[in-house]
């Protein structure tokens, strides 16, 4: 599986953004979607998953402003953000697997990322 990242930005406190990524290969429905953060200086960071049943999960800081979506038809996975703070400014990555799993490490295939921007 190979995945390509789009969509990062510059945007405002308070404001939205969506990122976007692409897998091309086979079987995109049979993996866990992924998306990691990666701030300057900091560790990379889970940020939320959907498993192949279309179930969400979010860390903490996600919870009721981000939202994962995947499109099966299309091999995307999307993450709109809203109530963008400057803390979540970082490096955005999206990450594949076989298997449900919250850890970076586990993650088999990853997309090069996108710079996400949030000036207060």
């Known amino acids: 599986v190979q995945l390509q990242a789009s969509g990062g930005g510059l945007v405002q406190a308070g404001g939205s953004l969506g990122v976007s990524c692409a897998a091309s290969g086979r079987s995109f429905s049979s993996y866990t979607m992924a998306w990691f953060r990666q701030a300057p200086g900091k560790e990379r960071e889970f940020v939320a998953a959907?498993?192949?049943?279309?179930?969400?999960w979010y860390a903490d800081s996600a919870k009721g402003r981000f939202t994962i979506a995947r499109d099966n038809a299309r091999n995307t996975v999307t993450l709109q953000m809203n109530s963008l703070k400057s803390e979540d400014t970082a490096v955005y990555y999206c990450a594949a697997d076989q298997d449900w799993t919250l850890k970076a490490s586990e993650y088999d295939y990853w997309g090069q990322g996108t710079l996400v921007t949030v000036s207060s």
């Open positions: 959907i498993s192949r049943f279309d179930s969400p």
